[in-house]
């Protein structure tokens, strides 16, 4: 299995950005799949997940509004669609997948997924 995350690069406050992840060896529609990111310095943090077969997203607090996920199964990718971009934002964003389903009210730390992409650097800066 293998991820590949891209789309990641400099970009102004307020701008928008959209991250890919394309998979290999896995088909995204039978996986849960979510977005996390590690800024310099600081832990991974949760950003997004969408369960597969029709689950539910889940948001961390600082992207809700702002990010949303976008599944193409035909192209077996998903995409991390970023607005409203804040320098709070900078960070290396990751892709990984779990064949786990979440339920609301649940904050995914990570060591639930099974496999992971290597990542793509996002920078928010004027």
């Known amino acids: 299995v293998q991820l590949q995350a891209s789309g990641g690069g400099l970009v102004q406050p307020g701008g928008s950005l959209r991250l890919s992840c394309a998979a290999s060896g896995v088909t995204f529609n039978l996986y849960t799949v979510g977005w996390f990111r590690q800024a310099p310095g600081k832990e991974r943090e949760f950003v997004l997940v969408n369960s597969w077969a029709g689950g539910i997203t889940l948001f961390a607090d600082s992207v809700k509004g702002r990010f949303t996920i976008q599944r193409d199964n035909a192209k077996n990718t998903v995409d991390l669609q970023m607005n409203s971009l804040k320098p709070e934002d900078t960070a290396v964003y990751y892709c990984?997948?779990?064949?786990?389903?979440?339920?609301?009210?649940?904050?995914?730390?990570?060591?639930?997924?099974?496999?992971w992409g290597q990542g793509t650097l996002v920078t928010v800066s004027s």
């Open positions: 990984a997948v779990t064949r786990r389903r979440f339920s609301t009210g649940v904050s995914p730390t990570g060591n639930e997924f099974n496999y």
